[in-house]
């Protein structure tokens, strides 16, 4: 693998991101470079960026593009076209990474495959005090998990299971385009550009890391099982606005009915505008 690059998807929450990029500084295997994909933040998350890449071993990049409403997929593909790393690992501004998240992706990132792994989802006054407190619990023992599911301010320990489970176990969705997320997906930078990255025309919350990754298991590269592997720690926050969820279903509809592999507006459409 020439490079491991992570990309975080954020949008005005420069506190979760101070939390989330501190993460990155206690990882295995430290990223090659990475990439925040903002979308539209004001200038109190440019701060926070500014003096992470002060305090990085490691190469940081803020994309952005101004604030047009949610554009997850718009700004995402920014971060890809400027990604230099062969390999990029997708999550978002509100997943603390455990210390092995990415030395996990990288272990099982293979040719023809995309991985995706799971959460483990805080409370919201365990969130709270995270942020407040600047609790590392990128770090966390055993023991302090255990007390924190006892005492309800996490919903479940599996997620932060390592087993060695093999190829067979892991290849067995590989046709399962269902329940892989952004907020813990990885895939080969090659891969993505083949099906011209996520479809823009997706906007509001919902569906568009649906959309990408049917297009890549039609363009024959599947499913990878990351869970018990590679997991994140996910900060509470009320939901996005579900007002364009409707719409957005719609469009993955349409998708399932036809053999589309390309985005109807991505990558390429970006490049020549």
Known sequence: MAGLAVVIT???????????????????RPPDE????DD???????????????AAPFKVKHVWHP?????????????????????????DGDCIPAPWFLAQHERLAEAG??????RVLLSESFSQQVLEEKLPVEVWTWGQWLAARRDKSINRLLPLCRLPL???????????????????????KTDLLAVNGFDEDYTGWGMEDSDLVLRLIRNGVYHKDA???????????????????EENQRRL??????DRIQARVGIAQARSA
Do not use: M
């Open 166 to 188: 093999g190829r067979h176990y892991r290849h067995r969705i590989a046709r399962q385009w269902e329940g892989a997320k952004t907020c813990n997906l990885s895939a080969w």
């Open 67 to 91: 604030d047009q409403g949610f554009r997850a997929g718009a700004i995402r593909n920014r971060a890809i076209q400027s990604a230099e790393s062969d390999y990029i690992v997708f999550t």
């Open 10 to 28: 954020t949008y005005n929450w420069p506190t979760a991101l101070e939390a989330v990029l501190a993460g990155y500084l206690s990882q295995q």
């Open 227 to 245: 869970r018990f592997a590679a997991s994140v720690f996910h900060l509470w926050h009320q939901e996005n606005s579900r007002d364009q969820l």
């Open 40 to 54: 539209g933040s004001r200038e109190e998350t440019r701060a926070v960026i500014e003096a992470f890449q002060e």
């Open 34 to 37: 990475l990439i925040v994909a």
């Open 253 to 258: 509809k349409q998708l399932i009915e036809t």
């Open 113 to 118: 495959w995309f991985l995706s792994g799971n």
